[in-house]
């Protein structure tokens, strides 16, 4: 096209031998327009990470491009020399990274690396640096400016380190920003927010803007153009409204598909005896301190009281800091209330010592949310999940051949046992995680955030095992999670946690529909692609979900 900053032209990605496929990503080609969000979507594996990348001179060990142009400027970035590679970095085509707690030196306070843009390009004095960081900080909206420039990764939020890196990105006022999946890990309030500041500077800017996802919702809110890929190819093409009305490929059609689209499903009360009491809960958290400085405290559970009965499903939702996932592990005992009591059928958790709770702690089990990091990568599969059950007194053989049993019940089959962790995906690896946590007959899984980091149509596959298991086995979950769509897919109960404290608690309908709480409906309206989601469910059906 005539206004195309970016052609790239039928680029192939080469892996090293041994790999599943040969290639990464195999003849794409699209352009990339001045003033425009370009969308690339796709599931992990599809290479659309691997072709931002590329464009960087960012590519693994062992990765190569084949063949293929990629023309900014009349030069060809892909045969760049490494000098002219690192000018260009930052300067003319910047970059966010999807996790910004491993993109940012934890050693070095946010105004000192934002200053260290400019040091490598050799502009400006010390104090220009210094100047532009904090002007940088408070263009992409954080709060505090003159205190977060002093703050080190560690001491700021999710979305605030996301904030950095934009700011980072931004520094020598690039023409190309190349976004990749830098609003998968936050929370919906939060990615709300990043999403308006990244049109803001695409309005305010001119910049073209390279947007990769891998959900729709993201698309809907953004998007002036979309491509789908798949398997390293390009699928599907075109004006993003045009594909998001009407799909022309099966693939794209699925990834829709594979969205909650605020449909609440039809679900009848569940009346049976507690299988997890929460009483008067009480966490603070107290930091620094001395003998010329006033400490801090923090609320992170605040008197919070909730029951779940025997095979019911009640969705935790808030935003990051709300103090959920500190409730979901005050119950398992990985973090020990101050007070309160936590009763697993009959028996209060919270006062147990050390040697009692390894006795009782196989009532309550964990699925975390990162199933790259919560398996050990020493272990096989058959280790994983049988050691807990050995640890418990069962024999070997029996454990064994449970875990093998589980393996079949989660999808995978017997044979996943005798792999290792970085053999499986990450839908396989949550799937493993569930496996574990069931080889101990737990009364209660915690799920904490169990679907938030994966594709859009793993987490519809891991909400639906997790739907059918609950059927087979009548498991009791506190389903932790900051989506409340997600929650509705499988939960018979929402409760909403807000700065420590439960502020509505109400069946899955009443408050997916009927919100009391401002902060409810502020959640609901936050989720990216939400009026999209809605719209396309009265489509579909001829009626509101």
């Known amino acids: 096209m005539s206004n195309a900053i970016l052609s790239i032209h039928d680029l192939t990605i080469d892996l090293p031998r041994g790999a599943d496929r040969p290639h990464a990503v195999e003849d794409v080609s699209f352009d990339l327009n001045t003033g425009e969000i370009l969308c690339v979507v796709g599931e992990s594996g599809s290479g659309k990470s691997m072709t931002a990348n590329a464009l960087m001179g960012l590519l693994p060990d062992g990765v190569t491009v084949g063949k293929g142009r990629a023309m900014f400027d009349g030069a060809d970035v892909l045969t ?53 960081a904090l002007a940088l900080v408070k263009e992409v909206g954080l709060p505090d400016p003159e205190k977060i420039v002093r703050a080190y990764p560690f001491q700021l939020s999710g979305g605030q380190r996301q904030r950095a890196m934009i700011a980072m990105a931004l520094a020598l006022e690039p023409e190309i920003l190349i976004a990749d999946e830098p609003t998968t890990a936050l929370d919906v309030t939060t990615q709300a927010q990043i999403l308006r500041l990244i049109l803001a500077l695409r309005d305010d800017r001119g910049m073209a803007v390279m947007f990769i996802t891998h959900d729709f919702g993201v698309v809907a809110e953004i998007a002036d153009r979309v491509i789908v890929m798949r398997h390293g190819l390009i699928v599907e093409a075109g004006m993003a409204q045009q594909v998001l009305e009407s799909p022309q490929h099966d693939y794209t059609r699925a990834l829709l598909d594979a969205i909650p689209t605020g449909k609440v499903p039809e679900l009848a009360a569940v009346h049976a005896p507690p299988a997890l009491e929460i009483r008067n809960l009480n966490k603070i958290y107290r930091t620094g301190g001395g003998l010329f400085r006033t400490g801090r405290e923090v609320r992170a559970v605040n008197d919070v009281t909730l029951t779940i009965a025997k095979g019911e499903v009640v969705g935790l939702v808030g935003e990051s800091g709300s103090g959920k996932s500190t409730l979901g592990r005050a119950v398992v005992r990985l973090v020990t209330p101050d007070s309160g009591q936590v009763l697993v059928g009959g028996v209060d958790l919270a006062a147990l010592d050390t040697a009692e709770l390894r006795k009782q702690r196989h009532r309550v089990q964990m699925v975390f949310q990162d199933p790259y990091a919560s398996l050990n990568p020493r272990h096989r599969v058959l280790r994983s999940l049988s050691d807990g059950p050995i640890a418990k007194g069962v024999p070997k053989a029996q454990a064994n051949a449970r875990a093998r049993e589980l393996l079949d019940i989660v999808g995978l089959g017997a044979d996943a046992a005798t792999r290792f962790p970085h053999e499986f995906s990450g839908g396989q690896r949550q ?38 298991l609950r059927r087979k086995m009548g498991l009791s979950i506190l389903f932790i999670t900051h989506d409340l769509r997600v929650a509705a897919q499988v939960c018979d109960r929402i409760a909403v946690m807000q700065h420590g404290r439960l502020v509505e608690v109400g069946a899955v309908r009443d408050v997916f529909h009927s919100p009391k709480e401002t902060y409810t409906r502020e959640l609901l309206a936050a989720v990216p692609g939400a009026k999209w989601a809605v719209d396309t469910a009265v489509t579909k059906q001829g009626a509101p979900a």
């Open 80 to 132: 760049l020399s490494e000098v002219k590679k690192q000018a260009m970095r930052g300067a003319r085509i910047g970059m966010i990274f999807q996790e910004p707690m491993t993109a940012l030196n934890p050693l070095m306070r946010i105004g000192e690396q934002i200053a260290e843009v400019f040091e490598a390009h050799k502009l400006h004095t010390r104090a220009e640096r210094r100047a532009r």
């Open 431 to 468: 799937r493993i995680g569930i496996a574990r946590a069931l080889a101990m007959d737990p009364e209660l899984i915690i799920a904490d955030e169990a679907v938030s980091a994966l594709d859009v149509s793993i987490q519809a596959q891991v909400l639906e095992l997790l739907a059918e």
